[in-house]
Each structure stands twice: as structure tokens, then as C-alpha cells.
């Protein structure tokens, strides 16, 4: 069956714009996470959803990120007033239950470039 | 704070050889352990995972890892490479209380040669 799918692949803007990036994640799943990789770098969590709500949103570094899943499927996360450090390829993984022996399965990542 | 390292960054080694890559974990509970690969334009694909029960965990593509509490280690071995080996190798835990989120060592490019 289809993976989890993130649009666009890559996404190219100028500092101070607004970013959306979009997860489809795998049909049934209910729990759906967000990381972010810098160059060189594992990913890092960022924030996770159990059905519509953000069970965890710990990792987002501060309120210019958000992220929303409105109907317990498709997720996009928000970037507001983009900074250059904000570059880097944010990853999306969607998992059967959420639990913690569950396999996260992950999708391609979409590359931010701020410049 | 909680955390993984993965010695090496780079790992180089001959088609044929043994491939072992690095993992300890700080953690004062047991974890749970994951290997990850990222190939060169792909999503992470999970290699094999310890949460309970047999310590030797054996993974897809002739991976295995052995959880050893008592050197807080998760190391993946494969004992013959091939070229098709040549990745980027994550391993990861989640941990009590922290919900169901992995945290990712830094982790290992491997180069496999002829």
C-alpha cells in the first residue's frame, strides 16, 4: 500500500515568509509525528499527534512552528517568518497506534531552504 | 539528559567484511531500541527494534543487533557487507514518560568497498 507521503519535496523562500508543509500519512494510522534533520544531524522530534490532537508538542523550538491535523489524517506544519536556521529537511512518520514498541514509518522529508 | 551516541560518523569497509556500527544509550530505564537506514533520497526505513523479551534482535537485509544492559549498548552487525549496504545508519530509543517519540543518534555513513 501507498507509504506516507509529503508535499512539496522541496521548498525554496526568503526569510520572513510562511511555509506550510504537508504529511499524508498511512491510511488507519493514528498517531503521526513531525521531526527535523539539520545537515549532518539525526532528526529531531518535534511535535506528535494522537488522532486530532498534539499529545506532545515539546520539540517545537518556539511559537513561530505549528502544526495541525484537523481531521485526524493529513498534517501540515506551519513555519511563520522563516529565519535561515530554519533550513533543513523536516520529516513526517505516521505509526499504527502511537505506542512505544509501534514502528514509525517515515516519509521522504520535504527540504526547507531559507535564504 | 537522556541521549544516544553513535561512535563513528563515518564507517568505510570492503564488500565481504563484517559491518559493525555503534550505539550507546543513556538511560536509567530500560529503553526501547531502533535501527534505522536512510538511503540517498528516501525516507528513514526501520532495520530492527528491541523492546522486550531476546536480546539478539535480527533485522531485514542480514542486520542484527544484541541489546546489552550492562554496557548500555545496541550495536548492528551484518557479518558480510554488500554494496547495497552503503547508507546512513540512525539508532534511536523512546523512552518512559516521553511518549511514544524516538530521539535519533547523530548518525553513521557507511561506505562500503570493493
Known amino acids: 500500500g501507498a507509504g506516507v507521503s509529503q508535499t512539496p519535496s522541496n521548498k525554496v523562500t526568503e526569510k520572513g515568509k510562511y511555509v506550510e508543509l504537508r504529511c499524508d500519512p498511512i491510511?488507519?494510522?493514528?498517531?503521526l509525528y513531525w521531526y527535523r534533520q539539520s545537515l549532518g544531524q539525526g532528526p529531531e522530534f518535534l511535535i506528535y499527534?494522537?488522532?486530532?490532537?498534539?499529545?506532545?508538542d515539546s520539540g517545537l523550538p518556539n511559537d513561530r512552528f505549528f502544526a495541525v491535523r484537523p481531521e485526524g489524517s493529513v498534517s501540515t506544519l506551519k513555519i511563520q517568518r522563516t529565519e535561515r536556521g530554519d533550513s533543513a529537511v523536516y520529516l513526517c512518520?505516521?505509526?499504527?497506534?502511537?505506542?512505544?514498541?509501534?514502528?514509525?514509518?517515515f516519509g521522504p522529508g520535504t527540504r526547507l531552504t531559507v535564504l | 539528559a537522556q541521549s544516544v551516541t553513535q561512535l563513528g560518523s563515518h564507517v568505510s569497509v570492503s564488500e565481504g567484511a563484517l559491518v559493525l556500527l555503534r550505539c550507546n544509550y543513556s538511560?536509567?530505564?530500560?529503553?526501547?531500541l531502533f535501527w534505522y537506514v536512510q538511503y540517498p533520497n528516501q525516507g528513514l526505513q526501520l532495520l530492527l527494534k528491541?523492546?522486550?523479551?531476546?536480546?539478539l534482535v535480527k533485522g531485514i537485509n542480514g542486520f542484527e543487533a544484541e541489546f546489552k544492559k550492562s554496557e548500555t549498548s545496541f550495536h548492528l552487525t551484518k557479518p558480510s557487507a554488500h554494496m547495497s549496504d552503503a547508507a546512513e545508519y540512525f539508532c534511536?530509543?523512546?523512552?518512559?514518560?516521553?511518549?511514544?517519540?524516538?530521539?535519533f543518534g547523530t548518525g553513521t555513513r557507511l561506505q562500503v568497498t570493493l
Open positions: 512518520a505516521s505509526s499504527s497506534k502511537g505506542t512505544r514498541t509501534d514502528t514509525q514509518y
Open positions: 491510511s488507519g494510522h493514528t498517531a
Open positions: 499527534f494522537q488522532g486530532t490532537g498534539a499529545a506532545d
Open positions: 538511560s536509567s530505564v530500560p529503553p526501547y
Open positions: 528491541y523492546t522486550t523479551g531476546a536480546t
Open positions: 534511536a530509543v523512546s523512552y518512559t514518560g516521553t511518549a511514544s517519540k524516538l530521539t
